[in-house]
């Protein structure tokens, strides 16, 4: 009974929340951009996010797609199968580069769009 009535009062007991923006500041140090207040910090995530893990990935991917096509249409000797299996392979990559090139476009022209609407300048770069 003692516990549940302790339960009770420290569930009843008011208590003060406030923000801290300390912990704001350290993410955006990590990030290694200038958050300013807060307003455009999911810019600054997702221009981040694409400069540091969307091209250099996509990127990697397309070069290792790009050899093992290579090292398959090498390897086939001229068996029309492997050749269009290459094909196939290259086709994917390019498809993959094409819709990646349009995803980094795409954030971008949205981090320009919001740096042109608030004034803010240097939100993209």
Sequence with gaps: MMKISSLIALLLTPVTAYADASYFAVYCN????Y??????FIVHLAVAAVNVVVIPFVGGLAVIGVLWAAVK????????????????ILQIVLVG????VTGVAFVN??????????????LCG
Excluded: H, R, Y
């Design 73 to 88: 249409w090498q390897s086939s000797f001229g068996n029309d199968q492997g050749k269009e299996e290459a094909k196939k």
């Design 97 to 100: 580069m094409v819709l990646a």
């Design 35 to 40: 958050c300013g207040d807060g307003q455009a």
């Design 30 to 33: 990590a990030l290694g951009t």
């Design 109 to 122: 022209w949205v981090c320009n769009l919001i740096e042109s609407t608030t004034g803010g300048s240097g």
